[in-house]
C-alpha cells in the first residue's frame, strides 16, 4: 500500500531536516559536503524552491524553505534524499547496506514572524564540533534565489 501524500502547501515557510539512520556519519571529509552540495544544486535546477538558509552538520542537515507551490517541498526533497543517498552508498562502497536516512524527511511549518527569526537565528547558531565552525566543514549558508 503506497504512503499517503504529505500535505506541504506552496506559500508557506518550512523547517525540512532528515537524519541519517544509526548516527551514521555522513558527511566526515570535505568531499563528502561538496558532495551533498553538488547534489543540492542539481536539485535546485530540476526542481527549483526559494532556500532561505541550511546548516549540513555530521549525521542531518536542517533547511528553511519558502515554496511557492503545492507539491513543490516534495519534489525537492524526494529528489535530493533519494539521490544522496544512491551517491553516498556508491561513493562509500555499501550498497545494500540498509536505508543511509532514518526515514522520510520531515518538515514543519515555520510563521512568517518572530518564529522565523528565531529559526533563522538558530540554524546559523548550531552546535558543530570542534573546528567546525568555519570553512567547508561547516556547510552552512545562505541561498536565494
Not at 553516498?88 to 512568517?112: D, E, M
Not at 548550531?126 to 552552512?140: F, K
Request: hydrophobic share 40%; proline share 6%.
Amino acid at each position: 500500500m503506497p504512503r499517503t501524500a504529505r500535505v506541504a502547501p506552496g506559500g508557506f515557510v518550512y523547517h525540512v531536516l532528515n537524519r541519517s539512520a544509526g548516527k551514521r556519519h555522513l558527511f566526515a571529509k570535505d568531499a563528502d559536503f561538496e558532495a551533498f552540495q553538488r547534489v543540492m544544486s542539481e536539485a535546485h535546477q530540476r526542481h527549483p524552491i526559494r532556500i532561505l538558509a541550511f546548516a549540513v552538520l555530521s549525521n542531518h542537515w536542517h533547511f528553511l524553505v519558502w515554496p511557492e507551490e503545492d507539491g513543490q517541498l516534495t519534489e525537492f526533497f524526494r529528489w535530493l534524499t533519494h539521490t544522496h543517498a544512491m551517491r553516498w552508498r556508491v561513493a562509500h562502497r555499501t550498497v545494500g547496506y540498509g536505508p543511509l536516512y532514518q526515514g522520510r524527511f520531515k518538515r514543519f511549518p515555520v510563521q512568517c514572524d518572530e518564529h522565523l527569526l528565531t529559526v533563522l537565528r538558530s540554524s546559523s547558531g548550531i552546535r558543530r564540533r570542534p573546528g567546525w565552525s568555519s570553512g567547508p566543514n561547516c556547510g552552512a549558508g545562505v541561498v536565494c534565489r
